[in-house]
């Protein structure tokens, strides 16, 4: 049975000259939720902020200039540089990034796994994997809160083996934080390294061993540039949604740990926040990401030449 189009012309034949139009509902769709949102955050952070919430619609660069610059109280002194914004970003950057490597070093050979078992198994093990997902993120964090409380089930059980004294405290702590991140996006880790190994011929290793290869120069001469694809995918699932987060730095860190993303919600909140200087902070934060994604297409790029 012939798979043609009616008329002797093919498929191909059929949408040429229409891709404009195929592609209207996916760009109205990345007009309306993608690049309106992040216009309008651009514009807000250049605009005044109003004393009892909202903005003003008198153009300034003040947001940015508080974000990066310390002018005093009353904005009367020298200029010198406001070192607490940036020592927030810096915090996000290193949890996010700390968060990244942990999920690489357990995500890899959960990944690698799964990936050797036979067929059936696989599909088990995925399933594991995606199971805390049908619980909603919220209720996961807090859930982890009420697990490492000083008071939780897991102070309860290291007392109860004697293998401490007290009860660690382990809330509003960069630890804290780190489980969090890690719990909530190794996941995202695991499946792109497992789809790339998942392809890996396994033939080549064999092949290696038998030129005498060590499993050290195996793997790393001959496994990670096959499923290099698959990793940097993972790090950058993992780490872009890392530099935003908040709900675990709310949750489970203190003041001591505030992040990006919750100096953000902070400004959104109430009379007191501070819109545009919320959505200048936005606006760097996307051009940090933007700044990631970018490095990576052009290795990408260069892989591929």
Known sequence: MSGGAPGGASK?????GNGPRLMLPAWIFIGVFLVAPVAIMAVYSVLTKEF??????DFTLAAYDQFFLDRGLFGDEPASIEWTYIGIFWRSIWQAGLATVLCLLIGFPTAWFIATRDVKERSVWLFLITVPYWVNLL????SMKFLIRDTGPLNELLLALGVIDGPLALVNTNFAVQL???????PFMVLPIYAAVERYDFSMSEAAADLYASSWQTLRLVILPVVKPGIVAGCILVFVPSLGAFLAPDLLGGAKTFMIGSLIEEQFKGAAGNWPFGAAASMILLTIVMGVLLVHARAQTKGEK
């Not at 969090?180 to 190794?186: A, E, H, I, K, N």
């Open 180 to 186: 969090g991140l890690f719990y909530s996006y190794l």
């Open 12 to 16: 191909s034949d059929i949408y040429r």
């Open 139 to 142: 209720i996961r964090t807090v």
């Open 52 to 57: 009892r919430g909202g903005v003003i619609w």
